[in-house]
């Protein structure tokens, strides 16, 4: 009798089981981690109206593009109203859309076209700063102090010739003090970056409020999260405990580094401040509210160049929550043309090892703030080096125009408009900081600018080699860096690349390896990051022996889908990149 009352209670718990099980091998996953996200700089995707400018409705004119590349979401660079000293990181309006990319239609066109694709957006959100032309730094300034608090004045010292001099040594990221006089106050305001980006104070609650409003006004039009703009720059160490004066920075002690340059100081007092983390954690509250009442994850990503310790911390600490994505730059720190197979094998493994074993990695190899993929690492490797971001496992991230292998731009000092480059004051030395050449226009076809615009001039020229290297040209090739774009993002669905396991190998100087096994289902890729000849042996990798199969190549190699070779023996040309099935 008892058996027959058990027996239903046996019955779920075996169910329970079998799908705890299951689950365990292929557990369901939420869209952000099995997605690419694609980075737009909006002023060089597309521009609609001819003023040689990209605008929101060159974006959404150019969705069916990204869908057909396999990539499910979008992370625009900021679209906010802005003076544009900064390119739209200097932002005047956070609640509006700037005037050359087009109105708030617009962006909410873009938003219901992605939806239909379903493709999601996500913004960026720039909480260190505002722009010196906001209506808060104005009303500071006339000395409303609300506002007048919600930026960090400090006094100015006098020197022993009677002149004033800054508060401190605080260097900005753009050059020279980053503080600046304002005559209205008789007081200096921090700068972090340029002069027209005051700091905001977030030892202040009400700034802390405003920026969860902007968080929640942008997430209730519809947008899937925010990339975090220099997050580690938030907090300033609180003066309190120094006296009531904010202390000099150290000196960094780096060898060859340019004098008057940020990295000539140690920015203990002016970066990873422990504030920092719990203010990311609060804004993950914020999107999980939204979570909460329809069901659908908003993702944070964090934009972070620091220590990978430090990196790791914005993932949350106990039950605090934090992005599901701080993003893993060491592909772009630690590895370039020069690095070995060996140094490309400790870069990848970096973010693997010390992210929480329950977080998922990222894998970033350019932005707008750095030289291109394919100018960094050279041409020839684009296809390895897309293999290397899409198939690791985690999260996939590609900065426009990398999947057609786009290089740097050639931009002259008459041309140059970014304050990294005009900051230098230097027409020889200013292509080392400028980071226009990665932000050139994208390149759509081989007609006038690309087709990116019908203007005369464009607002940076376009880079050279665009009649071959465009979209309309990648489609049209056999083989073509875009094609191959998008046979990884579609092979990336593959349990193998979704679930599946991960071990890496230097089988010699050049030709860096892993595999990603689910199974009985297993694949090899094989990078070779110089240009040499090799023969490599890859039953050096467990489980693999006998033959493997070609299943995607890089773009020159001499090899076909569906060749096979004997794994203890695979000949690898030159720059080769290559999936290979494990039979
Ligand atoms: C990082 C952004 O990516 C960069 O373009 C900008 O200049 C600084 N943060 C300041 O907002």
Same mark, same amino acid.
């Given at each position: 009798m008892k058996v027959v009352f058990l027996l239903p209670l046996i019955l779920a718990i075996c169910a329970a089981n079998s799908i705890a099980r299951k689950n365990k091998d292929e557990p369901e996953k939420d869209?952000?981690?099995t997605t690419i996200f694609y980075q737009i700089y909006p002023r060089s995707f597309a521009d609609s109206n001819g003023d040689g400018i990209g605008d929101l409705n060159g974006i959404t004119s150019k969705l069916e593009y990204i869908k057909e590349l396999g990539v499910g979401a979008i992370w625009m660079s900021p679209m906010f109203q802005s003076p544009m000293y900064d390119f739209g990181y200097d932002?005047?309006?956070?609640?509006a859309v700037h005037d050359e990319y087009g109105t708030m239609e617009d962006f909410e066109a873009l938003i219901k076209r992605a939806d239909e694709l379903d493709i999601k957006v996500v913004l960026d959100l720039v909480p260190n700063h505002t722009s010196n032309e906001s209506m808060w730094f104005q009303e500071a300034l006339k000395g409303h102090e609300k506002y007048y608090n919600y930026f960090v004045w400090e006094d100015g010292i006098i020197d022993e010739n009677g002149n004033r001099q800054p508060p401190n040594n605080w260097l900005s990221h753009f050059r020279g003090s980053a503080w600046e006089y304002r005559e209205e106050v008789g007081k200096y305001y921090l700068h972090q970056f340029v002069v027209g980006q005051p700091d905001l104070n977030y030892r202040n609650p009400d700034v802390v409020e405003e920026m969860k409003e902007i968080i929640r006004f942008w997430l209730n039009k519809g947008v899937a999260g925010y990339r975090v703009? %220099?997050? +580690? %720059?938030l907090f300033e160490v609180d003066k309190e405990k120094f006296g009531g004066k904010y202390p000099d920075e150290p000196p960094s002690g780096k060898v060859n580094v340019d004098p008057g340059s940020y990295d000539t100081l140690q920015h203990i007092y002016t970066k990873e401040q422990n504030e920092t983390y719990y203010m990311v954690y609060d804004w993950r509250d914020v999107l999980d509210e939204f979570k909460a009442k329809d069901g659908m994850s908003r993702v944070m990503m964090t934009e972070v160049y620091a220590a990978i310790e430090n990196v790791v911390k914005y993932f949350g600490e106990g039950d605090r929550q934090g992005a599901q994505m701080p993003f893993n730059f060491d592909l772009i720190n630690d590895v370039d043309s020069t690095s070995s197979a060996a140094d490309i094998k400790r870069a990848v493994e970096q973010f693997l090892t010390y992210k929480p074993v329950d977080k998922d990695a990222n894998w970033v190899v350019g932005n707008h703030d750095n030289s291109r993929m394919a100018t960094r690492f050279g041409p020839p490797l684009v296809d390895g080096i897309n293999m290397i971001t899409l198939l690791l496992p985690g999260i996939g991230v590609t900065y426009m125009g990398e999947e057609l292998g786009m290089v740097d731009g050639y931009i002259s000092w008459e041309e140059t408009v970014d304050p990294a480059g005009c900051n230098t004051n230097d027409p020889i030395n200013y292509v080392a900081y400028s980071r226009d050449p990665e932000r050139t226009p994208f390149q759509w076809n081989a007609e006038k600018n690309a087709g990116f615009s /019908? %203007? +005369?001039? /464009?607002?940076l020229p376009v880079a050279d080699g665009y009649e071959t290297l465009n979209v309309e040209a990648e489609n049209a090739a056999d083989r073509s860096h875009l094609k191959l774009y998008k046979a990884l993002a579609d092979i990336r669905q593959n349990k193998v690349f979704r679930y599946g396991r991960y071990e890496s190998l230097a089988l010699n100087l050049d030709v860096f390896a892993f595999r990603r096994w689910h199974k009985n289902d297993a694949y090899v890729v094989v990078v070779n990051v110089k240009g040499n000849d090799h023969i490599v042996d890859l039953e050096y990798f467990e489980n693999v022996d006998g033959k493997v199969q070609v299943e995607l190549t890089s773009v020159d190699s001499p090899k076909n889908k569906g060749d096979k070779f004997d794994a203890a023996a695979l000949p690898v040309a030159p720059y080769e990149a290559l999936v290979l099935k494990v039979k």
């Open positions: 869209w952000w981690q932002i005047s309006d956070f609640y703009d %220099a997050v +580690n %720059a /019908t %203007a +005369n001039k /464009t607002w």
